[in-house]
């Protein structure tokens, strides 16, 4: 019975025996031409992978060329093929990526089309004779005709603090560049700004607009063109005042704690004084570059925010009734409008603020007491002044900006037009990429296929 157990065992052990004792190499053969293959695949995804992202780059660096080139109407030849280099060359930086392009346009009345490509040298892929990848991009842009009236409402707050604000101007400027291309001014575009915090200043020149107001109580100073929340759901329209009624009272910050005054303080009386935190004032539709880029640079941050109450008066400037009258037709098909809206927090009042509802003691907001009941009421109110702008088919671009509350967040995303209107920038290179995404989907100039 041993004997046999043995005889059994060595048979089924001779196989293992003879692989054991195998020397021809045939494994060590087959795992090295398979090795091959796999590594030549894997440097052919890395030099496609980098052959990617110069294409993507180029295309940028064309529609941004394209849009400034394609918006110059009235430059030679020599000075379009300058600025489009310009706008390309600094969207397609070569000593980063280190790979040179030389784009190509051709103009017509209609469309301005540019080319370019870039050679991209390999890495593994040289192993088997391909030692580089030619990468090409193309891009038109269709000239049009059809206007556009666009109101910036932007956060003017007392967070956005000095790095934050000059991080908005820079921004806004980039949003500037790509609207108005090499052009000063454009009978097609108009833009109006509206600095917000917890009030909008209308400017003194609407003065005859407001209830009546008695100038003693604003000595030695004056009234700086700041207006208070109407009533009965009209903080939440566009209704031009009719006669006597429905017309905006003046604001004017009590003298009190933290804000005793006389003497005035700040060189607008906006650090104490009747006018404390009263923003910069609203700069109505104009079609000319740098009185819209004047008034960004003039902004300053202080106060409370009030979301609802810059957004209602961003509306106010693209409708044709007073207080302001320059805007087109709500029906008018030859023109689009659009508001653009950035805030960097959400809505507030605490007990000793003051706003354009004035102090939650006065029972505006739906509570005489409760900081959070008063905060949920503009919230609601934010949510009834979008719909309402949204209805007049007005589109609605927002921003929020290092915002890390999910509730201002979600409040921003349901208020744009949809979804992907909605812009949340953590940082500021976020921010000017937001801003240069919506300007060149506003552009009067769309991108062809």
């Known amino acids: 019975m041993k004997?046999?157990?043995?005889?059994?065992?060595?048979?089924?052990l001779r196989p293992w025996r003879r692989l054991v004792k195998e020397r021809t190499g045939a494994v060590a053969i087959v795992f090295?031409?398979?090795?091959?293959?796999?590594?030549?695949?894997?440097g052919?995804?890395?030099?496609?992978?980098?052959?990617?992202?110069?294409?993507?780059?180029l295309g940028y660096a064309l529609d941004a060329a394209g849009l400034a080139a394609g918006g110059a109407t009235e430059l030679s030849d020599d000075e379009l093929e300058e600025l489009m280099l310009s706008y390309f060359e600094a969207n397609y930086p070569g000593e980063e990526l280190g790979i040179a392009a030389e784009p190509e346009?051709?103009?017509?009345?209609?469309?301005?089309?540019?080319?370019?490509?870039?050679?991209?040298?390999?890495?593994?892929?040289?192993?088997?004779?391909?030692?580089?990848?030619?990468?090409?991009?193309?891009?038109?842009?269709i000239r049009e005709s059809k206007g556009l009236e666009v109101a910036l409402v932007l956060d003017n707050t007392g967070s956005m603090g000095t790095t934050k604000m000059n991080n908005l101007k820079s921004a806004a400027h980039s949003f500037l560049d790509i609207l108005f291309g090499a052009n000063a001014e454009s009978d097609l575009l108009y833009i109006s700004v509206v600095p917000f915090a917890g009030t909008v200043n209308v400017d003194t020149g609407f003065g005859h607009l407001n209830s009546g107001y008695d100038a003693?109580?604003?000595?030695?100073?004056?009234?700086?063109?700041?207006?208070?929340?109407?009533?009965?759901?009209?903080?939440?329209?566009?209704?031009?005042?009719?006669?006597?009624?429905?017309?905006?009272?003046a604001y004017l910050r009590p003298s009190g704690s933290g804000n005793w005054w006389p003497p005035i303080s700040g060189s607008f009386g906006q650090v104490r004084g009747p006018n404390k935190d009263c923003p910069r004032p609203v700069l109505p539709l104009t079609n000319i570059k740098a009185t819209v880029e004047s008034k960004i640079d003039s902004m300053q941050s202080r106060g409370i925010t009030h979301i609802n109450f810059g957004l209602v008066w961003g509306w106010r400037t693209l409708?044709?009734?007073?207080?302001?009258?320059?805007?087109?037709?709500?029906?008018?098909?030859?023109?689009?409008?659009?508001?653009?809206?950035?805030?960097?927090?959400?809505?507030?009042?605490?007990?000793?603020?003051?706003?354009?509802?004035g102090r939650i003691a006065d029972g505006n907001l739906g509570t005489t007491w409760s900081s959070s009941t008063a905060i949920?009421?503009?919230?609601?109110?934010?949510?009834?002044?979008?719909?309402?702008?949204?209805?007049?088919?007005?589109?609605?671009?927002?921003?929020t900006f290092q915002v890390s509350s999910s509730t201002v967040r979600n409040l921003m995303r349901d208020c744009a037009t949809d979804e992907s209107n909605y812009f949340d920038s953590p940082d500021a290179a976020t921010l000017e990429a937001s801003f240069r995404e919506i300007g060149r989907e506003l552009s009067n100039l769309r991108i062809g296929g």
Not at 32 to 42: H, I
Not at 218 to 238: H, I, K, L, N
Not at 378 to 399: D, E, H, P
């Open 3 to 12: 004997s046999s157990m043995i005889t059994l065992a060595w048979f089924y």
């Open 32 to 42: 090295a031409l398979s090795l091959l293959p796999l590594c030549l695949a894997g």
């Open 44 to 57: 052919a995804a890395i030099d496609m992978g980098r052959a990617y992202l110069v294409k993507s780059r």
């Open 105 to 141: 346009m051709e103009i017509s009345d209609e469309e301005v089309r540019l080319s370019a490509s870039a050679t991209l040298n390999t890495t593994l892929m040289n192993v088997i004779g391909i030692h580089d990848i030619t990468v090409t991009a193309t891009t038109v842009i």
């Open 216 to 249: 003693a109580d604003y000595s030695p100073d004056f009234w700086r063109g700041c207006v208070m929340a109407r009533d009965d759901g009209e903080d939440q329209t566009d209704t031009a005042p009719t006669n006597n009624d429905l017309r905006w009272e």
């Open 319 to 357: 409708s044709n009734t007073e207080p302001f009258t320059t805007a087109t037709e709500y029906d008018n098909d030859e023109f689009e409008k659009a508001i653009v809206l950035m805030t960097d927090g959400e809505n507030y009042i605490g007990s000793s603020s003051y706003g354009a509802y």
């Open 376 to 399: 949920a009421q503009l919230n609601l109110r934010t949510t009834a002044v979008c719909n309402a702008v949204k209805a007049q088919g007005i589109i609605v671009y927002t921003i």
